[in-house]
């Protein structure tokens, strides 16, 4: 490679290349980057159910061997189904946790009930949990039917059985008619292996687990926002059931919920999050916990749709998130929600804090939805296929140096303290987000960098998602 051909400027000689490709792989350059993931078969579905405060989720975090399910001890902590794959003796499985079942319940405890009876439903096999130190309970029987009338394989935890004087309490639990009770202690994990060995027997065998097979998968989607502006409804509609707890209550939410949703012709894999409070620092419990999932399953997602309650004034804390899903390197789709609640003048309205306030993310496609009445909820999947293909995005080293090539002659660095710094040459370092290096013969203003980004944006598009710029800069050898 000549230095013309390598800057487009005639600054760059063959040594100055080869230092700049060095230094683009420490930024991390990559080459082309593999897409998608391994296909799998469905896994056969073990639902964990029973009364509030028995310890189902405490149970799961065992299972899985990490804390994931947000724990706390008060009861009616898990609300949503919640799934999480599991392994044990090289067999691996879906594992569901549900909230705390009740009979005769209303409002939003009915609705949580609803959710562990579907969970119930869509199983292989049943994992049911008492409370051992407690006994048996009406609330345990009225269960005990329901999983019979549904025809599913049931394992019996005896659960909190922390030592022998209470395994004779565990042994009571043979009167449920469900089979040898097994005394766990979820806390500390004894007993865990026999319950575990017990479940495989009742779940179907796994399919055979494939890698490399088909590039792809579902594409990971993460609803979040502020609470109550209508994550759970929104997944809801678009799931066409009522897969999520939704109540008037903020923060119903609390542990991030997966679902497979066919939409626009695909699959994709939607993330309902807990609400993003304020102050998450000064949140206590199941609410602390809840904000920490959130930002775990944003980092899980490729995609982050922000909901805006659009029938309100845009908040601080609207545009803290939309910068989170931004510094996260997410693709953005910026969903303003309750749209059939907009009067003409609150759209004026709305249309002035935009410019104002989200400046900084103008490159974000914006939807304008109802997730109540369903309103141009078609218009939510080209919108984010729109933000992935951004994100996406790769342009070859040659197009882009000659790009900056242009660019730096028709709008050159302003001169600071006798000097005007140049890029020599630029590549992309990676994708999702792209990522690009420029190599200067000085420091570049920040100013001026996202000038780069504003032009860089123009001339390719790169529309929702975000774009990170470094720069290395080595002063100019003296010519011997």
């Known amino acids: 490679m000549t230095e013309d051909t390598a800057t487009g400027t005639g600054e760059l000689d063959a040594a100055d290349y080869a230092e700049f490709m060095a230094l683009a792989a420490e930024e991390g350059f990559d080459g082309e980057e593999l897409d998608g ?28 061997g990490r804390r994931e399910a947000v724990v706390e001890d008060k009861p009616g902590v898990t609300r949503d189904r919640v799934s999480y794959e599991a392994t044990w003796n090289g067999r691996r499985f879906k594992l569901v946790d549900t909230g705390g079942w009740e009979l005769d319940v209303l409002g939003i405890d009915a609705m949580v009930a609803a959710q562990a009876e579907l969970g119930i439903e869509s199983a292989d096999a049943v994992l049911f949990v008492v409370d051992a130190t407690v006994g048996a309970t009406d609330t345990d029987e009225a269960l005990i039917k329901l999983i019979r009338r549904a025809g599913k394989p049931t394992v019996l935890c005896a659960n909190k059985v922390d030592g022998q004087s209470t395994e004779a309490e565990a042994a009571y639990l043979w009167s449920l008619g469900l089979g040898e009770p097994y005394p766990v202690s979820a806390l500390h994990g004894r007993g865990s292996g026999d319950l575990l060995d017990a479940v495989m027997a009742a779940l179907p065998e796994a399919p055979p687990q494939t890698f490399g097979v088909a590039p792809g998968g579902p594409r990971r989607v993460a609803l979040i926002g502020r609470p109550n502006v209508g994550k759970s409804s929104l997944l809801n509609k678009v799931a066409g059931e009522d897969r999520v707890v939704v109540n008037e209550l903020a923060g119903t939410t609390r542990d991030p919920v997966d679902e497979l949703i066919e939409l626009g012709g695909k699959t994709w894999k939607f993330i309902d999050t807990a609400g993003i409070r304020r102050r998450v620092h000064l949140t206590a419990g199941a609410d602390f916990y809840a904000s920490l999932r959130t930002s775990s399953a944003l980092e899980k997602a490729e995609v982050a749709v922000v909901l805006v309650d659009a029938s309100e004034t845009l908040a601080e804390q609207d545009t803290r998130i939309i910068s989170m899903a931004v510094e996260a390197g997410r693709a953005v789709v910026i969903a303003y929600n309750k749209w059939d609640q907009m009067d003409e003048e609150r759209r004026f309205y709305l249309e002035r804090e935009i410019e104002k306030d989200l400046v900084q993310v103008q490159w974000a496609p914006r939807v304008n939805v109802s997730a109540l009445t369903g309103r141009h909820m078609e218009k939510l999947v080209p919108a984010i296929e729109t933000a992935l293909a951004g994100w996406e995005t790769r342009i070859t080293t040659a197009r882009l140096n000659a790009f900056l090539g242009e660019l730096v002659a028709a709008h050159p660095h302003p001169i600071r303290g006798g000097k005007q710094p140049r890029i020599l040459f630029g590549t992309q370092a990676g994708i999702r987000p792209p990522r690009f290096v420029l190599f200067a013969s000085g420091f570049l203003e920040a100013g001026y960098r996202r000038f780069v980004e504003r032009r860089l944006r123009e001339e390719f598009g790169f529309v929702g998602t975000p774009i990170s710029i470094s720069v290395r800069v080595r002063e100019k050898r003296r010519r011997k």
């Not at 056969?44 to 299972?63: D, F, H």
Request: aromatic share 0%; no cysteine; hydrophobic share 45%.
């Open 37 to 64: 993931e391994g296909v799998h078969a469905p896994l056969p579905i073990l639902a964990v159910v029973g009364r509030p405060n028995v310890g189902k989720s405490t149970l799961v975090n065992r299972i899985i």
